[in-house]
C-alpha cells in the first residue's frame, strides 16, 4: 500500500473511532437533542468518551483538510 492510501485508511479510522466513541457514551441517553440537555444527562466518565470523540473526529478532519 502506498503513502497516500495508509492516510486515508488511518484518517477514515480515525473518524470511525470517534464516531463510535459518540455513539457508545450516549448508548443509555434518551434525550439526544438539544446538546446541552444532552451534557446534563451524561456522567462524568460518559463525558470525558463523548469529549473525546469530539475531540478525534475533529483532528481527524483538520488533519485531512490540511494534507488535501
Known sequence: MNQQN???V???VGFISGVLACLDAVR???VLWPPDALWQVLRPPQRLEFGAGIALIA??????AIRA
Open 10 to 12: 488511518a484518517g477514515a
Open 28 to 30: 443509555d441517553t434518551r
Open 59 to 64: 483532528v481527524t478532519l483538520i488533519a485531512t
Open 6 to 8: 495508509s492516510r486515508r
